[in-house]
């Protein structure tokens, strides 16, 4: 939610901020906006409403004078609309300071009571005017934009990052972040600061850490963080491990149709390296040893979204395999009902940006109360892994498009991974049957390459779809949280009304809303399953074929029952029952993308929506 990035050095800062803000348009399109120093120390700044595109329009029309210095910033509107006048940057100390923000400062009100009896007058509705009034004037007293920001960072309430030049410091940018994301790229006599890698992945992939309540003053040839309180602080450096290649668009229609090609890739990125002798190893976890995973008695996934569905997934498999109760919740919802924790208590995290503020707070939430925490996330150096106290990173590598897909088959592979480890641990499974479930996910990345050969069929269906106002989604036991996930992906990108059922839920309501004509994806269970899901599945479909619902099956190969039943089936290859999920999945990710583009939607970019949600 909003981007954000930084540069001091030798290059033109107006490509490079522009550069890095296309890179982070994802976390938000409502407006954009630079300001950059010329070497003569004047700021110049333009800001537009809508997307990218809008600002480079309007830097054409009215060239600012560029420099080696600037700010940049995308914006996901909070206080106030998405106009010109609530774009950032905002100004303070009479035009000489530029300042952005991503986040949500709380205590507003009270402030811009303070600045309105010190005569200013304000020309936005934005939280984050106030932020620059109040920075702007700390710097008439302290001529220094480090000493000024700090003078204001431990006024304000809420989450922020907060990106700041001034006119008398051409060779400076100072950030300051409290539980919304910074990110600093180390470069030769230039530096750069971004909410994610993606800002400066095309200058260098050497990066830097800022933790918690931290302010980062970068110069062409230094970078100094210090905390709230001033002191000087050291901080972690890392490498990134993916190149600027990775997120472009690579010939694609769009980030959206690359990142469902990739989703094999995300799987068997995802194993890599965590399989040792047929069983699972993973490195990255000694923050809980086999002594604590047998000490916990209880895991909780906390989530939001497609990670949500993506914990409901690891939930069925978890518990079967290690044996211990396992309940997946909305990271929202979490801690406002005062959940029962205990040391015994693991606390499992599911995000692909690591940023969610809904997930982070519950995160800290349960750390304070004495769980232990596990972070599976995409991102690094993101902040709820920071926040744990172990991590199991999924490698999907940089997702772009705003709805989820090749990081939530890799948040199902991390699931069965860490469930197997436990599992190993626990001894709750046997040495051959971990063996065999590892064998059987090694198989996965080749049968989704199968798999996506259906995409051409599901984009004539989706075309052929393209007025349909309503869709349901029925799944069973897995095939439940990948009917919610084809009901979002619907729902996000098409606009289209849609919803996903529990089939067994079926005649307890929602079979109230089968008319003739309507649309019902049916993620159909395997025959070979010994609890005879698939017969009832089959019996479900059979009941609302008789009210007039078309039918679309997913279904394994060879599954010639259901055929009957069905207006169309989409095969799918054999697996283990519990691997499923990840490969009914991708008929859903094209389905609702096709959708989309049938309706000429931006599926990259739907409206209202950010991919990184940085606030509560
Ligand atoms: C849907 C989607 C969202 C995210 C959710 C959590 O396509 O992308 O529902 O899954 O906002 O985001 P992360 O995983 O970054 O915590």
């Known amino acids: 939610m909003c981007g954000i990035v930084g540069y001091v050095g030798q290059r033109g800062s107006l490509e490079v901020l522009l550069g890095g803000l296309k890179r982070l348009e994802y976390r938000g399109y409502d407006s954009a906006g630079v300001a950059v120093l ?30 080696h210095t600037g700010i940049g910033h995308t914006r996901w509107a909070t206080h106030g609309g998405p106009t010109d006048e609530n774009a950032h940057p905002h100004l303070g100390d009479g035009g000489k300071l530029a300042l952005i923000h991503n986040g949500i400062i709380e205590n507003f009100s009270e ?92 200058y260098t992939k050497q990066a830097m850490e800022i933790g918690q309540d931290q302010l980062v003053t970068i110069r062409p040839g230094s970078v100094d963080v210090v905390d709230f309180a001033g002191s000087p602080v050291e901080s972690r450096r890392f490498e990134v491990d993916w190149d600027a290649s990775a997120a472009d668009k690579g010939g694609w229609s769009s980030f959206m149709a690359k990142e469902i090609s990739e989703e094999p890739d995300a799987v068997a990125n995802t194993i890599r ?24 008695d209880r895991i909780l996934i906390i989530a939001c979204g497609t990670a949500a569905y993506a914990g409901m997934v690891g939930k069925y498999a978890i518990e ?39 997930t982070l707070m519950a995160v800290k939430y349960a750390r304070e109360r004495g769980a232990r925490t596990l972070s599976i996330c995409n991102t690094q150096g993101a902040t709820i892994p920071r926040e744990s106290d172990a991590i199991v990173y999924t490698h999907a590598g940089p997702e772009v498009a705003v709805a989820s897909t090749k990081a939530f088959v890799a948040q199902i ?39 996506l050969k259906s995409g051409d069929r599901i984009a004539e269906l989706a075309h052929w779809m393209a007025d349909t106002r309503s869709v349901l989604f029925l799944g069973r036991h897995v095939g439940y949280p990948i009917a919610l996930e084809g009901a979002l992906k619907l729902k996000e990108l098409a606009y289209i009304h849609a919803e996903g059922f529990a089939a067994g839920e079926l005649k307890h309501g929602p079979i109230a809303l089968i008319e003739p004509g309507q649309i019902v994806f049916v993620i159909v269970p395997s025959p070979r ?88």
């Open 38 to 67: 010329a070497p003569s120390g004047e700021l110049g700044t333009a800001k537009k409403a809508g997307k990218l595109g809008n600002l480079t329009d309007e830097l054409r029309a009215h060239p600012v004078t560029d420099g």
């Open 111 to 202: 402030l811009k009571a303070e600045l309105i009896e010190r005569g200013h007058s304000f020309s936005s509705e934005t939280d984050t005017e106030i932020a620059a009034l109040l920075v702007g004037d700390a710097y008439r007293e302290t001529h220094d934009l480090t000493a000024a920001m700090l003078a204001v960072v431990n006024r304000l309430e809420g989450a922020f990052t907060l990106l700041a030049v001034h006119a008398n410091e051409p060779d400076v940018v100072v950030g300051a972040r409290r539980n919304s994301p910074l990110v600093v790229g180390l470069g030769e006599g230039e530096n750069f600061l971004g909410s994610d890698v993606a800002a400066f992945v095309a």
């Open 273 to 296: 390296g965590r399989v040792v002798d047929g069983l699972v190893q993973i490195p990255e976890m000694e923050g809980l040893d086999d002594e604590t995973l047998r000490s916990i």
């Open 320 to 358: 079967q395999w290690a044996r211990i109760p396992v309940d997946v919740e909305l990271a929202h919802e979490f801690r406002y009902r005062e959940p029962v924790l205990s040391p015994n208590t693991l606390v499992v995290s599911i995000s692909q940006s690591g940023e969610t503020m809904d």
């Open 413 to 451: 592979t991390a699931c069965y991974l860490f469930g197997l480890q436990l599992a190993q641990a626990r001894e709750t499974l046997s040495t051959d049957a971990v063996r065999a479930l590892v064998a059987d996910l090694q198989k996965v990345p080749d049968q989704l390459r199968e798999v």
């Open 529 to 616: 399953d010994e609890r005879s899901l698939h017969a009832k599945v089959v019996s479900n479909i059979q009941e609302i074929r008789a009210r007039g619902a078309r039918v679309i099956a997913i279904a394994e190969a060879g599954d010639v029952a259901v055929l009957p039943h069905a207006d169309e089936v989409i095969r799918i290859p054999l697996a283990s029952p519990f691997f499923e999920p990840l490969l009914a999945v991708v008929p859903l990710h094209f389905f609702g993308m096709e959708l989309a583009a049938a309706k000429g939607l931006d599926v990259d970019q739907p409206r209202n929506l950010a991919k990184s949600v940085t606030v509560e």
